[in-house]
């Protein structure tokens, strides 16, 4: 049910993901896959990356599919130093490497003040010309950032850094962000969606297409 949930909410954003072709797909802070193997299904190249080694196992299992017409390539590491090991362990590195479609969602805003704005520019860089990108986070009332408890799905309780954006300024951040990495301004169409599952909580949905 997450699969088809994560697949319909993709199509709402990016109807154009049915048509894939030879096109590839970078899913950022990918957990533990679903998006990854929602775009495989559909006929994408996928890699994904994460920098937890537990939901990267955890991807692996679920993306050990037969069914899936090109398995995912899943990586492990750090995003913004751009070191990775594959399944192997061999050292991997996708600095350079464009897509035709990255995703990261629920991922900026876990970085400390300043990485924020180079995590946005980093995604938006692996854009190839005429790709996509699409950002997704929480929408609040007001800025604010720090370390917040977060309750894991088994209990587990620790202390993570959370930024907490209004509408506006994540829409703006993007918009600077693929200026500086597009070198042109480019329409940025947000959404804004009600969290069916948290009451008062909003998400908003980012997407920014590369000049081709």
């Known amino acids: 049910m997450r699969q ?12 154009e993901i049915t048509t894939a072709g030879q096109r590839t797909a970078l899913d950022v802070g990918c957990a533990d896959g679903t998006h990854s193997r929602v775009l495989s299904a559909l006929g994408y190249t996928v890699t994904g990356v994460d920098f937890s080694a537990q939901m990267i196992s955890a991807a692996r299992e679920l993306t050990d599919d037969p069914t899936l017409p090109n398995k ?12 990775y090991v594959d399944e192997d362990g061999t050292r991997a590195r996708i600095d350079g490497a464009r897509f035709d479609l990255v995703l990261a969602t629920a991922f900026v805003h876990l970085f400390p003040p300043d990485a924020d704005d180079d995590a946005v520019r980093k995604v938006l860089s692996h854009v190839a010309p005429g ?10 009332m007001s800025n604010r950032r720090g370390l917040e408890l977060k309750v894991g799905a088994g209990g587990q309780v620790a202390r993570r850094w959370r930024n907490h954006y209004t509408l506006e300024y994540f829409v703006w ?6 200026r500086d990495v597009f070198g042109v301004k480019v329409p940025v169409r947000p959404w804004v969606v009600v969290d069916p599952d948290s009451e008062g909580k909003l998400w908003v949905d980012v997407v920014v297409t590369r000049p081709a």
């Open 4 to 15: 088809e949930n994560a697949k319909k909410w993709l199509i709402q954003r990016l109807p």
């Open 72 to 83: 995912p390539s899943l990586l492990h590491g750090e995003f913004l130093a751009g070191r």
């Open 131 to 140: 790709g996509t990108a699409l950002l997704s986070t929480t929408a609040a």
């Open 173 to 178: 951040l993007v918009r600077e962000a693929a």
